[in-house]
């Protein structure tokens, strides 16, 4: 498990390099967690050493997306109330009729099996595909608490402001802790990996919008849902790398190139930061649907 010890208030776990960063917030109230990661045991025991560590009882959930790499870990909060947008709700719901549903879990887990060369190319290890695989305590249950738009929890000086954006998912939020100036943006934002421009392809502009809508915060750590947390400068540089992408592509589809040229273009390959990811097939999808929504 690696541990990023943010602010005085705010600690980050990585628990498998294949689930999502996990949060820690110490507030007045008592602790509040931001998702799960894929490992049931493992988020259990970072929920307990932080328990530990601050000497406080945990009070509650948040979930920034119904995905599985978030969300798999929920059994170990099942006793306090778990929050999400209305969208995230919906979409828990839907994929316990659907996919979840009798031996759902067990084949998601199973498939993470077949991607064993796509993970290679994120540097993730054959053992920890099996940690994730091996897992048979996986229970997920509708979140309690839900909200459309915005929601503000805690105290006056520990104020939580859950906000849907809507990019990397429809149904994807960010948390923002002013006290902190920290930002939680879930899969909204990646470090270190390539530019993510993935998601529904109806959620694109969301998703430069809500880049913008972080500018006018006061933030100065960034905790994105993958990887180490990052300065907000980084988020700048990103946010105009996006800028800059979609007025390329949208300026060579009016010039009628094809889509297979444009994903070529040098100018679409300077990435805003180092990238580890040694697959580039993802941004070349992400290229080709933003090809088609412009
Ligand atoms: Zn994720």
Same mark, same amino acid.
């Given at each position: 498990m690696e541990i990023f %010890?943010?602010?005085?208030n705010i600690v980050v776990a990585n628990?498998? %390099?294949?689930g999502s960063n996990i949060v820690c917030v110490n507030t007045t109230d008592g602790l509040i967690f931001v998702d799960t990661g894929l490992i049931v045991e493992e988020v259990k025991k970072f929920r307990q050493d932080m328990e530990k560590k601050f000497g406080k009882k945990t009070i509650s959930l948040i979930l920034t997306h119904a995905h599985q790499d978030h969300i798999f870990g929920m059994k170990s909060f099942f006793d306090v109330p778990i929050i999400a947008t209305q969208k995230c709700k919906e979409k828990i719901k839907e994929r316990l009729a659907t /996919?979840?549903? *009798?031996d759902g879990i067990r084949k998601i887990l199973n498939n993470y099996s077949e991607f064993k060369e796509y993970f290679a190319n994120m540097g993730i290890s054959e053992d920890e595909i099996a940690e994730v695989v091996n897992q048979t305590d996986i229970v997920v249950e509708i979140p309690q608490k839900d909200f459309t738009k915005e929601l503000a929890i805690g105290t006056k000086e520990n104020k939580i402001i859950i906000t849907i954006? *809507? *990019?990397?998912? +429809? /149904?994807s939020a960010t948390v923002y802790l002013p006290s902190e100036k920290v930002l939680i943006t879930g899969d909204e934002f990646y470090h270190s990996q390539v530019p993510l421009l993935a998601g529904?392809? &109806?959620s694109h502009e969301n998703w430069l919008k809500a880049l913008k809508s972080w500018e006018k915060l006061d933030v100065d750590i960034v905790i994105p849902g993958h990887g180490s947390p990052i300065d907000f400068e980084y988020v700048t540089n990103a946010r105009k790398f996006v800028e800059k992408t979609f007025k390329i592509v949208r300026e060579l589809k009016e010039k009628n190139v094809k889509v297979d040229e444009v994903i070529k /273009?040098?100018? +679409?390959? &300077? $990435? $805003?930061g180092k990238s580890n990811?040694?697959?580039p097939s993802w941004w070349k999808e992400s290229l080709k649907a933003l090809y088609q929504i412009l």
């Open positions: %010890n943010v602010t005085k628990t498998s %390099n294949i /996919d979840f549903a *009798g954006s *809507g *990019g990397h998912s +429809l /149904d529904a392809p &109806e /273009d040098k100018r +679409l390959k &300077e $990435y $805003y990811w040694k697959d």
